[in-house]
Each structure stands twice: as C-alpha cells, then as structure tokens.
C-alpha cells in the first residue's frame, strides 16, 4: 500500500484526474484498448470533471462502475446518473459504457459475462466507507464470503446492512486483478478507518483490503 498525502481536496482531485489521464493513454498504447472502472458517490465527481475533457482516444476506452444500486437510472441514488453526467461527458462522451443499471433477476448473467470480456481492468479507482467498504462488498453482508471467493463471478449481488436497496458490484476477484488501482479517501473518519483496515487479516472484516496490498491511497484533509 502506498499513502499519497494532499494538502487540500482541490488538488487531489486534479492530481488523480491527470494521473489517471496518464494511465489510460499508457493502457492504450500498449493494448490498443483499456478498461477503466469508476466509483459512485460524491467523492469522485470533481476528479471525473477534470478527466472528461483529457485529450485520449476515448473510442478504445470502455468504462463501467465499481458497483450500483439498485434503483432508476432517474433516481438521485443512481451511479449510472453520476457517470453520465459528469464523465461519459465532453472528449469522455466517445467512450464506450458497461451498465450497471439492470434488473438482476433477469440481467445479472449476461452482465456477468459482458464485464468477463473487458477483464483485466486497465485502471481502477475506488472510493471507501468509514466502515471499510470498498465498491458494494460491505462488512456483515451474507453474500460477502462468495463475493470474495477466488471463483466468484465478475459481478455479484449484494444485500447492505443499511436496509436499503440492494446492489450489483465487482467481486474481488475482478477488483484484485486490476493492472493499477487506485483509492480515493476524504476526512480524517476515513483515514483512521483505512489504518484500522491495514491493521487486520480478513477481508471479510475490512473489504477494502482486497486491494490494499497494490493500491495507491489519495487522502485529504
């Protein structure tokens, strides 16, 4: 794990924007293509304002979520909304795009075996919970032990221990195979919860260390 330090919000967000910028053009010369998987959230937004008008060939570029609710591409909650919105947007426009916004109960297989096609992830970015949940896969979920499984599929359901709607997310298996990940972390809430994170064994109690052992952690105040 390897901690990048910030003095304000502001310039972390630049910053990850153009290293991120950096990554895809290096993915695209060497593969042609590069696959890129982006959290939801608040967090990330400024970051993807600053990446959508990057001048790469975003044609060869497929994007696609970390994980998403279970809701209407409408609704505030939506991820899918987010990414539209504030990346698949500008230069970023001419990118391809992997819903998530599906109904799992008739979508989940062909979903699985879509984001199948796109793997290994060029370049992953990650947000974290102050619970130490990283894309769906949440501490105490009873699907967390398969979604953490070597054989799990690409995508899996989750059940959140908050009551709300349920989620579709990246297992562990496509989150630990990304050729470069990345962790965005606002607060000092956050910052103690990744130590705690680095402290323990099991990623069935921090889910975030799935990738801590390569990731690069941004963290501002």
């Not at 290293?19 to 053009?25: H, I, S, V």
Request: with cysteine; glycine share 6%.
């Amino acid at each position: 794990m390897k901690l990048v330090t910030y003095p304000d919000r502001e310039m972390m967000m630049i910053d990850v924007a153009n290293m991120m910028a950096g990554e895809l053009r290096s993915a695209l010369a060497s593969n042609g293509t590069a696959t890129l998987a982006v959290p939801g959230g608040t967090t990330p937004g400024p970051v993807f304002d600053n990446l959508c008008d990057v001048d790469l060939d975003w044609s060869n570029v497929t994007v696609m979520l970390g994980d998403e609710r279970c809701v209407p591409e409408s609704s505030d909650r939506s991820n899918t909304r987010l990414i539209r919105e504030r990346l698949l947007t500008g230069k970023a426009a001419a990118a391809k795009f992997v819903s998530f916004a599906i109904d799992p109960e008739t979508d989940l297989e062909r979903l699985q075996a879509e984001v199948e096609t796109h793997l290994p992830l060029s370049l992953l970015l990650l947000g974290m919970g102050a619970d130490m949940h990283t894309a769906s896969l949440f501490p105490g979920a009873p699907e967390l032990e398969a979604a953490l499984a070597d054989d799990a599929p690409a995508v899996v359901t989750m059940t959140p221990q908050d009551g709300l709607e349920p989620r579709v997310t990246l297992s562990g298996r496509v989150l630990k195979g990304a050729m470069s990940t990345h962790v965005l972390i606002t607060g000092d809430e956050k910052r103690a919860a990744l130590e705690t994170a680095a402290s323990l064994h099991d990623a069935k109690d921090a889910p975030i260390r799935t990738v801590l052992g390569d990731a690069t952690i941004h963290w501002a105040e």
